[in-house]
T-cell receptor, first 116, second 109 residues
Framework: ETGVTQTPRHLVMGMTNKKSLKCEQH?????MYWYKQSAKKPLELMFV???????ENNSVPSRFSPECPNSSHLFLHLHTLQPEDSALYLCASSQDYNSGTSDTQYFGPGTRLTVL | SQKIEQNSEALNIQEGKTATLTCNYTNYSPAYLQWYRQDPGRGPVFLLL?????KEKRKERLKVTFDTTLKQSLFHITASQPADSATYLCALVNEKLTFGTGTRLTIIP
């Protein structure tokens, strides 16, 4: 496998469910990101991990919980979501974090999440 | 407040013509600017990066300009093809990377 992979590609869940999104990067990068993309809105940065430590948490509701067990894997744990959380969730990685041109992002294909 | 605007939500261009997309920003002093391409249901793909001290960058049929006085970047696709149809995002970097909303480009055969 190459690049950044995400599973599942599509997820439908009820408001009371608990699910997790998985991201894996095969690029040897040190930084990983979660973004939310809703229709007609810019990409919203949710979380950033650099060298497995969370370095940004942009006012994201606690029903979203990230986990970075190692530099290649990133999870987003979801619980008691709301219908307005339906969106495309994108994972990205970069060589480094906040270090100029090394911040170029490499994105996965995304998980299309629908909350009923 | 900081703002990034891409000229239009959607742009239709005849095949073979040059497509020009605009990215304007306010209250930023970006160190550099990036352009990404996003196809439906896919993640964005990095295309080009231009630094604040560079006026122009080229890659094959793509050209990017960066005018820090006008606070604007232009993204050109020459000899456009239907396969160029996608959403194009600009992203600015000062302390962190921030994306614009994107322009959906359609090349009409």
């Amino acid at each position: 496998e190459t690049g950044v992979t995400q599973t599942p590609r599509h997820l439908v869940m009820g408001m009371t469910n608990k699910k997790s999104l998985k991201c894996e990067q095969h690029l040897g990068h040190n930084a990983m990101y979660w973004y939310k993309q809703s229709a007609k809105k810019p990409l919203e940065l949710m979380f950033v991990y650099s060298l497995e430590e969370r370095v940004e948490n942009n006012s994201v509701p606690s029903r979203f919980s990230p986990e970075c067990p190692n530099s290649s894997h990133l999870f987003l744990h979801l619980h008691t979501l709301q219908p307005e959380d339906s969106a495309l969730y994108l994972c990205a990685s970069s060589q480094d974090y906040n270090s100029g041109t090394s911040d170029t992002q490499y994105f996965g294909p995304g998980t299309r999440l629908t909350v009923l | 407040s900081q703002k990034i605007e891409q000229n239009s939500e959607a742009l239709n261009i005849q095949e073979g013509k040059t497509a020009t997309l605009t990215c304007n920003y306010t209250n930023y002093s970006p160190a550099y600017l990036q352009w990404y391409r996003q196809d439906p249901g896919r993640g964005p793909v990095f295309l080009l990066l231009i630094r604040e001290n560079e006026k122009e960058k080229r890659k094959e049929r793509l050209k990017v300009t960066f005018d820090t006085t006008l606070k604007q970047s232009l993204f050109h696709i020459t000899a456009s093809q239907p396969a160029d149809s996608a959403t194009y995002l600009c992203a600015l970097v000062n302390e962190k990377l921030t994306f614009g909303t994107g322009t959906r480009l359609t090349i009409i055969p």
